[in-house]
């Protein structure tokens, strides 16, 4: 082989090997990724049925079982359109309370209930997730749009 093809060859060599890591980077940073979902659009079918998502949303009034364990609890996760039911199983965050801002990461089990794995509570009075704060906004501009009152 020429020097020529002996360089061509290694050029191509190295642009096939950063083609093949760019693409296995890519895909673990896709698969690794968690979306957030409003009650609305889990309730539109929005929402990956056999994977882990992030649900958020208000705490319910009212809505808050435990149950005799001590550690699981039921709640709905409203955006004052849809609710979604919630079973977690854990200690809740201290600031976790109804009314307030929450966003839960888990999945559906077969029943059509969210299990969380995981539940995020606000960190102070006045902070709320952007997504949770601009499903809430979103659905109630269409509430505003449909005449009907929040």
């Not at 698969?31 to 659009?41: D, V």
């Not at 966003?103 to 997730?129: C, I, R, W």
Request: zero cysteines.
């Amino acid at each position: 082989m020429k020097q020529r093809h002996k360089r061509l060859a290694l050029v191509l060599g190295g642009v096939a090997a950063l083609t093949v890591v760019a693409t296995l980077i890519f895909n673990a940073v896709n698969s690794n990724m968690q979306f957030f979902f409003s009650p609305s659009q889990v309730v539109a079918k929005e929402a990956p049925v056999n994977a882990s998502f992030r649900l958020g949303g208000l705490v319910k009034e009212g809505s808050l079982e435990r149950e005799n364990d001590g550690l699981t609890v039921h709640f709905l996760v409203t955006d004052n359109a849809e609710d979604v039911q919630v079973t977690y199983v854990g200690i809740l965050p201290d600031l976790f309370r109804e009314g307030q801002g929450v966003v839960t990461q888990g999945a559906f089990n077969g029943e059509g209930n969210f299990v969380a794995s995981e539940v995020l509570a606000k960190h102070d009075e006045t902070y709320m997730p952007p997504e949770v704060a601009d499903a809430l906004e979103k659905v109630k501009q269409q509430q505003k749009a449909e005449g009907g009152t929040i």
